[in-house]
T-cell receptor
Framework: DAGVIQSPRHEVTEMGQEVTLRCKPISGHNSLFWYRQTMMRGLELLIYFNNNVPIDDSGMPEDRFSAKMPNASFSTLKIQPSEPRDSAVYFC??????????FGPGTRLLVL | QKEVEQNSGPLSVPEGAIASLNCTYSDRGSQSFFWYRQYSGKSPELIMSIYSNGDKEDGRFTAQLNKASQYVSLLIRDSQPSDSATYLCAVNPPGGNEKLTFGTGTRLTIIP
């Protein structure tokens, strides 16, 4: 079985540009999580969905961040406009229910 | 006080020795605890979960939980160079549904 798929794997953009990160969860998993990891703050949960519905978005830093899950096999995390402080590794993870989460390879974002 | 605290390390252990990784959490009602391993440049992967007080063993890994002291640890016996990684402690807070709160991780280096 394919694991969690994320794209792009690397993204370099300039401040002010829109960034869209994509995630395909493991088939059959009904929960999806977006995390951000930095050296200073570690791994932080941004938002999670259950059955395509956002359950907890308390970790979304500000209005510049938005996430959608239009169907069970696809989710996006959008940053508009991007800022240098958004530079981080963004992970998507999925879960079949319960608390075991399977992480994707991550997207390394650099905002210049 | 951080919700989940770990010593950031680095922790250096000779090959063949026991590596001991520690984690404390602030929410006394937490019920589920996890250890993830993250190699440099890779995504976190689950290696152990524990739900009850006491020890849980899986191969060379032993997780220990003491809810009264709000303390969870991971022991790695017969440490191998391939165990060199960052180890993340994660806690499912009460009422958090499937949400996990991660510590910032302990970087472990096994010295051949």
């Amino acid at each position: 079985d394919a694991g969690v798929i994320q794209s792009p794997r690397h993204e370099v953009t300039e401040m002010g540009q829109e960034v869209t990160l994509r995630c395909k969860p493991i088939s059959g998993h009904n929960s999806l999580f977006w995390y951000r990891q930095t050296m200073m703050r570690g791994l932080e949960l941004l938002i999670y969905f259950n059955n395509n519905v956002p359950i907890d978005d308390s970790g979304m830093p500000e209005d510049r961040f938005s996430a959608k899950m239009p169907n069970a096999s696809f989710s996006t995390l959008k940053i508009q406009p991007s800022e240098p402080r958004d530079s981080a590794v963004y992970f998507c993870a999925s879960s079949p229910g319960g608390e075991t989460q399977y992480f994707g390879p991550g997207t390394r974002l650099l905002v210049l | 006080q951080k919700e989940v605290e770990q010593n950031s390390g680095p922790l250096s252990v000779p090959e063949g020795a026991i590596a001991s990784l520690n984690c404390t959490y602030s929410d006394r009602g937490s019920q589920s605890f996890f250890w993830y391993r993250q190699y440099s440049g890779k995504s976190p992967e689950l290696i152990m979960s524990i739900y009850s007080n006491g020890d849980k063993e899986d191969g060379r890994f032993t997780a220990q939980l003491n809810k009264a002291s709000q303390y969870v640890s991971l022991l790695i016996r017969d440490s191998q160079p391939s165990d060199s990684a960052t180890y993340l402690c994660a806690v499912n807070p009460p009422g958090g549904n499937e949400k996990l709160t991660f510590g910032t991780g302990t970087r472990l280096t096994i010295i051949p």
